[in-house]
């Protein structure tokens, strides 16, 4: 039996992809510096790190998707 939920995370190109995951593939891809051209956000502006990365954007709802709709538009 499926339930709805498990229908909608078989379609996400998120699911079971971490915030953590998603920031390095985007660094490794686009590097630091472009990627904070493309999103204008400081932590990946001033001294930026995944750490810090990580700590704005799970407080800051609309950067978080700016930065998973990015990784989605990069995917293969």
Not at 1 to 17: A, E, S
Not at 33 to 60: H, M, Y
Request: hydrophobic share 35%; charged share 25%.
């Amino acid at each position: 039996m499926t339930t709805p939920q498990m229908t909608t995370q078989k379609n996400n190109p998120l699911h079971g992809v971490t915030l953590e995951q998603i920031i390095v593939k985007l660094s490794e891809h686009y590097g630091w510096e472009e990627l904070g051209q493309r999103i204008n956000i400081r932590c990946f502006q001033a001294d930026p790190s995944v750490k810090s990365s990580l700590k704005f954007l799970r407080k800051t709802p609309w950067a978080r998707e700016k930065v998973e709709q990015l990784y989605i538009d990069s995917l293969p």
